[in-house]
């Protein structure tokens, strides 16, 4: 009996620190590609808002920024050139120099209707807190080239 009790107390404790271990793994790594992919969704159903949420400077989110006009113009012109059918991401890494915590995301997006693909479209994420990347920059003239 004892032996079995000893047993599962030692199962209990290699789970719980198997799980911490995931879980710091995978939140820091993916804060910024999730971070994309959920502007991505929000600028194809046309959620200003959303996108107002995910887009703006180590300081804060535009939308805490700027007037409503103004964003709401800024996101709905985003949003437009943003539209496509499927994307992929294709790069992660690190900015040098950037004078906060920074990565650059690369996407491939299929245009809509099947048009063309635009390879490795830049969307710069900037660390605003500890666990909220924010979109900076996005690479858009090189949609609007294409186009």
Known sequence: MKRLSMLS???MSAGAC???????QSVLPVGPVLTVERFLQAANTRDL????RLFGTDDGPILDTGTQEEIELRM????EILQHDDYEIVSERSVPGAASRSSRIGVDLALPGGRTTVEDVGFTVVL?????WLINV?????ITEVV
């Open 9 to 11: 107390v030692l199962l």
């Open 18 to 24: 198997t799980s911490q271990t995931v879980v710091n």
């Open 49 to 52: 808002e959303t996108m107002a």
């Open 76 to 79: 709905d012109l985003i949003a």
């Open 128 to 132: 605003e807190s500890p666990n909220r």
């Open 138 to 142: 996005i690479e858009l003239v090189k």
